[in-house]
């Protein structure tokens, strides 16, 4: 069983601040997924990353297989960026199912 | 931009009855999976289905469970006897390959269950 951990759990954050949210996983993955819920319970997947670094808009994904370690940055940080992100791992290598972190609830606040 | 949907939105029923969800998976993908949210849990996953079968199902499908793709398009999950601890937002989602390995998954606005 793959262990997520994500931090913070709850971040709060003013206009235009960069924001780093961060996922650690204790078994060997062969990709890693970053997943925003929105307030009305919609998910949404941001990136699927399997080595390195990933960019989208103002969002940037990056991981570190020998570390197990994954981060998620926004850059000028906006409040309709306020949503729960989530970092999702399959339990080990070649397995489809997604075991869930608990989310970072992410506000920003005008 | 292809989407996923789920009907109904919201359903309340009472506990002991049968519900199905339904879901729309985008079209030319060939995974599917059913996810749940209890209020204030993870998404913890249920069951994956590919080529007509279950591939992988977790220790919460149990019998009361079960899942089928009636045609081409619909992919259902059905909850013979409802209990109230089944309340939960259960979220559709589908991909175009492997899920958890090889694409990303698309996911549905989800169904909240509500037992009564």
């Known amino acids: 069983k793959n262990e997520v951990e994500q931090s913070p759990q709850n971040l709060t954050a003013q206009e235009g601040e960069f924001i780093t949210i961060n996922c650690s996983y204790s078994?060997?993955?062969?990709?890693l997924h970053w997943l925003q819920q929105h307030p009305g319970g919609g998910i949404v997947s941001l990136f699927m990353l399997s080595s390195g670094k990933k960019k989208h808009g103002r969002l940037i994904a990056t991981i570190n297989i020998q570390e197990k370690h994954s981060s998620l940055h926004i850059t000028a940080s906006h409040p309709r960026d306020s949503a729960v992100y989530i970092c999702a791992v399959p339990p080990n290598f070649g397995n489809e199912k997604l075991t869930f972190g608990t989310g970072t609830r992410l506000t920003i606040i005008p | 931009e292809p989407e996923v949907t789920q009907t109904p939105s919201h359903q309340v029923t009472q506990m002991g009855q049968e519900v199905i969800l339904r879901c729309v998976p985008i079209?030319?993908?060939?995974?599917f999976y059913w996810y749940r949210q209890i209020l204030g849990q993870k998404v913890e996953f249920l069951v994956s289905f590919y080529n007509n079968e279950i591939s992988e199902k977790s220790e919460i499908f149990d019998d009361q469970f079960s899942v089928e793709r009636p045609d081409g398009s619909n992919f259902t999950l059905k909850i013979r006897s409802t209990k109230l601890e089944d309340s939960a937002m259960y979220f559709c989602a589908s991909s175009e390959g492997a899920g958890g390995v090889n694409s990303p998954l698309h996911f549905g606005n989800g169904t909240r269950l509500t037992v009564t």
């Open positions: 079209s030319n993908h060939l995974y």
């Open positions: 078994v060997g993955i062969s990709a």
